[in-house]
């Protein structure tokens, strides 16, 4: 069965500090996985996959497949990241998406 | 580019009633998918279409929901007969079907509430 599993519904952080959004996954073969982030009073949209090997915004995420983890972190955190943050995998069929329940990440000042 | 279209952004009807909603893709995305966001969790896919075909409905509740997508552009959802349990936002996406994998374009979502 696939399954991700985000453990923090929420996590508060000060600006500056190290930023780590948690995500495992279960699924037998070879995973796809996203984050996806939905800012306050806009859409649902996609911040980084795992295959790019990319920064956006200052975040990463390295698949590491020994754990089954793909965590989101950011050295320094700004406010404008508060947000909600979704970790996804790609399904058997299709391009269709399995998402966590989301980690709410508060950025305070 | 236009986004994702979504109509009504928010609909209120009382249980056993019925509701449907509407989806236009970007212009050119040949896979359309429809998910549930109940509160507090995250979306969850009820059916996902490619041009006018369905690839999964696995986890669509076929008694109560129904979706089609006749000319392989505009969607719509519906609901009959609505129960609590559904009250969510309903999230349309689209994607190219041969295009970057992953990366689905969201609607702003139809927030159903049913009483």
């Known amino acids: 069965a696939q399954r991700v599993t985000q453990p923090e519904k929420l996590l508060s952080v000060f600006k500056g500090a190290p930023v780590e959004l948690k995500c495992n996954y279960s699924y037998s073969g070879s995973p796809e996985l996203f984050w996806y982030v939905q800012y306050s009073r806009q859409r649902l949209q996609l911040l980084l996959r795992?295959?790019s090997r990319e920064s956006i915004k200052g975040f990463t995420a390295d698949l590491n497949k020994g754990e089954t983890s793909f965590h989101l972190k950011k050295p320094f955190a700004q406010e404008e990241d508060s947000a909600m943050y979704y970790c996804?995998?790609?399904?058997?069929?299709?391009?269709?998406?399995?998402f966590g329940k989301g980690t709410s990440l508060l950025v305070t000042p | 580019e236009a986004g994702v279209a979504q109509s009504p952004r928010y609909k209120i009807i009382e249980k056993r009633q019925s509701v449907a909603f509407w989806c236009n893709p970007i212009s050119g995305h040949a896979t359309l998918y429809w998910y549930q966001q109940i509160l507090g969790q995250g979306p969850k896919l009820l059916i996902q279409f490619q041009n006018n075909g369905v690839v999964d409905d696995s986890q669509l509740p076929k008694d109560r929901f129904s979706a089609e997508r006749l000319k392989g552009v505009d969607s719509t959802l519906k609901i009959q007969p609505a129960k609590l349990e559904d009250s969510a936002v309903y999230l349309c996406?689209?994607?190219?079907?041969?295009?970057?994998?992953?990366?689905?374009?969201f609607g702003e979502g139809s927030r159903l509430t049913v009483l």
């Open positions: 795992h295959i």
């Open positions: 996406a689209s994607s190219l079907a041969q295009g970057r994998a992953g990366e689905l374009f």
């Open positions: 996804a995998l790609k399904g058997n069929s299709g391009y269709a998406l399995n």
